[in-house]
């Protein structure tokens, strides 16, 4: 791959002649593989690629195997090691640019084996160590810099850093903005942004992307992103709009998890039958990890429209289907909704209460449960329920409503009513930062 060819032959004239051609047959063949599975996971047909990286790991180990004093050790194991990348192994790939590196630290491959084991880190979940060996790659070759960048934002955007990883794409394109790695970058920027809450500039990304060449399946990936990122901005419209544009292949899997964006959007736009009609194409024709998402869907729609014997019918067909979230949370759905029901014509204070928290904590009908806290704390002042009700009225008014002026009322009253109880205590644990005394004015009040 980079040897001068008589220093290759110098080497492998030493060999017995068998062993000679054997060696020389093993690394042809590694070589030719390898290359005809790049060009192919280039063209983006992975699944053709990955029976030649086979084959290129099978003659790379034959050199590893048998003749592991060769010249050509380090380009077998940065071989292997790719090749593992690509098909998904990242444990093996790990395994054998560590190994290159520990021993051919002055390899030819050594940049790129710093940079292939940054790939690897990030994508098993070792973002900083990521991080490290792709400084270490742009150390030993600046010419690296501009794939690097990109590795490095995937990294940050998954440790959790996405303002960081708008940062270094927004680097990137003001310093590489004809580099061939452009749509990956912004792609990578795209899903920062989005998950930054920067939806203009995420938009923006993606809008450049289309109004290139991209593939077929490229344009559907960058549609797909551009509607979420609409969705997440609250642009049901912008949304339903993308969604609709997308073209799918015949066959195409990812027709259900498009429609049930599509039910999303449709949500959000009021359009409930419609909805209803995207989700039940869905649970009539999808796969299984998509069916009880559906399941469930409708069900929270029939809820929310007080068709509570339809909603669990709905639930229970998505609980019964194995893989997955929703399932799960479709049975405890379920579960609290029956238990609500039960609850709902109870006139005892701790059945009240109960009522209210299945309301808040499970089923989200914040308004029922609110008015009930209320008359809890207003008429049963010296039940135990009456400071639990005030700090749920807290946790509402300042996580849910983000009101801090209203959550101070409930705060100060927990506190003077009720402060050796442990929701007080947990009050001051929780909010106490939130509600510093404001020395300026005189009067003691939420932090502003």
């Known amino acids: 791959?980079?040897?001068?060819?008589?220093?290759?032959?110098?080497?492998?004239?030493?060999?017995?002649?068998?062993?000679?051609?054997?060696?020389?047959?093993?690394?042809?063949?590694?070589?030719?593989?390898?290359?005809?599975?790049?060009?192919?996971?280039?063209?983006?047909?992975?699944?053709?690629?990955?029976?030649?990286?086979?084959?290129?790991?099978?003659k790379g180990s034959r050199i590893l195997k048998y003749h592991p004093r060769s010249a050509y050790v380090d380009d077998a194991l940065f071989i292997i090691g790719v090749s593992h990348l690509r098909m998904g192994d990242v444990t093996k790939a790990q395994r054998k640019f560590e190994e290159l590196l520990l021993y051919y630290p002055a390899s030819p491959f050594a940049a790129r084996?710093?940079?292939?084991?940054?790939?690897?880190?990030?994508?098993?979940?070792?973002?900083?160590?990521?991080?490290?060996?792709?400084?270490?790659?742009v150390a030993k070759d600046p010419k690296l810099e501009s794939e690097a960048m990109i590795f490095r934002a995937e990294a940050l955007l998954g440790a959790g850093e996405p303002g960081e990883a708008v940062k270094v794409i927004s680097e990137f394109m003001e310093k590489y903005p004809k580099s061939p790695h452009r749509k990956e970058a912004y792609l990578v920027g795209a899903r920062a942004a989005k998950e930054s809450g920067r939806y203009e500039e995420g938009a923006a990304f993606l809008k450049e992307l289309l109004s290139g060449f991209l593939t077929d399946s490229e344009r559907v990936e960058v549609k797909l992103?551009?509607?979420?990122?609409?969705?997440?901005?609250?642009?049901?419209?912008?949304?339903?709009?993308i969604y609709g544009s997308v073209d799918l292949a015949p066959g195409s899997s990812l027709m259900w998890p498009l429609l049930i964006k599509k039910g999303l959007a449709a949500e959000g736009l009021g359009k409930k039958d419609e909805a209803i009609s995207f989700y039940r194409a869905v649970t009539e024709n999808g796969g299984y990890e998509f069916k009880a998402e559906a399941y469930y869907r409708m069900g929270l729609i029939?809820?929310?429209?007080?068709?509570?014997?339809?909603?669990?019918?709905?639930?229970?067909?998505?609980?019964?289907?194995?893989?997955?979230?929703?399932?799960?949370?479709?049975?405890?759905?379920?579960?609290?909704?029956?238990?609500?029901?039960?609850?709902?014509?109870?006139?005892?204070?701790?059945?009240?209460?109960?009522?209210?928290?299945?309301?808040?904590?499970?089923?989200?009908?914040?308004?029922?449960?609110?008015?009930?806290?209320?008359?809890?704390?207003?008429?049963?002042?010296?039940?135990?329920?009456?400071?639990?009700?005030?700090?749920?009225?807290?946790?509402?008014?300042?996580?849910?409503?983000?009101?801090?002026?209203?959550?101070?009322?409930?705060?100060?009253?927990?506190?003077?009513?009720?402060p050796k109880t442990l929701y007080a205590r947990e009050a001051r644990r929780l909010f106490g930062d939130v509600f510093q005394p404001d020395t300026g004015s005189g009067n003691p009040g939420p932090r502003q």
């Not at 992103?225 to 709009?241: E, N």
């Not at 609110?370 to 946790?395: C, G, M, N, Q, R």
């Open 1 to 58: 791959m980079r040897r001068a060819a008589l220093l290759g032959v110098l080497a492998l004239s030493c060999l017995p002649k068998q062993s000679f051609w054997a060696y020389y047959n093993s690394f042809y063949n590694c070589q030719k593989n390898f290359g005809k599975a790049e060009s192919l996971y280039n063209k983006g047909r992975s699944s053709e690629a990955n029976q030649y990286y086979r084959k290129a790991i099978e």
């Open 113 to 137: 084996a710093h940079l292939y084991l940054g790939k690897a880190y990030l994508e098993s979940g070792r973002y900083r160590d990521a991080v490290d060996q792709l400084s270490k790659a």
């Open 225 to 241: 992103l551009l509607g979420d990122i609409y969705y997440a901005a609250g642009d049901y419209s912008g949304a339903a709009g």
């Open 302 to 418: 029939y809820e929310a429209m007080d068709s509570l014997s339809t909603a669990q019918e709905l639930y229970a067909e998505a609980g019964k289907l194995a893989q997955g979230n929703y399932p799960i949370l479709a049975r405890r759905r379920l579960d609290a909704l029956r238990e609500w029901e039960a609850l709902k014509d109870s006139v005892s204070v701790t059945r009240r209460y109960r009522y209210a928290e299945v309301s808040y904590l499970y089923l989200r009908r914040y308004d029922e449960a609110t008015a009930i806290f209320t008359e809890i704390a207003e008429k049963y002042p010296k039940t135990d329920y009456a400071p639990k009700s005030i700090y749920a009225l807290l946790h509402y008014t300042l996580k849910v409503k983000a009101d801090t002026a209203a959550a101070w009322n409930y705060y100060a009253g927990l506190q003077e009513k009720y």
